[in-house]
């Protein structure tokens, strides 16, 4: 089944609302079944306009990408958009990216710091990934997040420190260290 669905996130910025959501098409599933992220504005939080020519935003354009892109988180920072967003090759992903836009539209992924979470053996998340969070909290970004095992869906926290994010200004070192995840059932 299409249409929108996977998450929504909503900023208002300089008297306007900004809308990110997933969506299929719900008209044509037979060749294109994939979620995609998609952007809209408002100036009342009532009327809304696709952006971006009515094309998804966020679309399988990097291999971490996976077919699938869904549950768009973003926050504002420094006057930029930074977007967790989740990315699987079924139904549910399979592990969080991150993007950083300057308008909305146009997203640079740094493939250097992605994927910034994916599935783990023997955890909490092992199996499926769903809807997540990301709050700034001082020097570290918060994902809280759902995950699945196999049996049951729990939701856990991961966090990077703030200074491991400096790809979206500066090119990142490499490796990254790896989030540090607790969960509760």
Known sequence: CGGINRGISIIQSNNKYHLWYTATNANDMGSNPFW?????????????????NKLPVITTTNAFDLKN??????????????????????DHPSQYNFAESDDGINWYKPPEINPVLTLQPNTFYSGALA????????D???IYFSGHNGLVW????????????????????TPLPTPEVTATP
Not at 36 to 52: E, R, V
Not at 69 to 90: C, D, R, T
């Open 154 to 173: 729990s939701i856990g926290e991961a966090y990077v420190p703030k200074s491991d994010y400096a790809p979206y200004i500066t090119p990142a070192p």
């Open 131 to 138: 809807g997540n969070q990301t709050l700034d909290e001082g």
């Open 36 to 52: 995609k992220i998609w952007y809209a504005t408002s100036d009342d939080g009532i009327t809304w306009t696709k952006q971006n």
């Open 69 to 90: 892109q869904s549950f768009p988180n973003v926050i504002l920072e420094n006057n930029k958009f930074l977007m967790w967003y989740g990315a699987g090759n079924y």
């Open 140 to 142: 570290n970004y918060h």
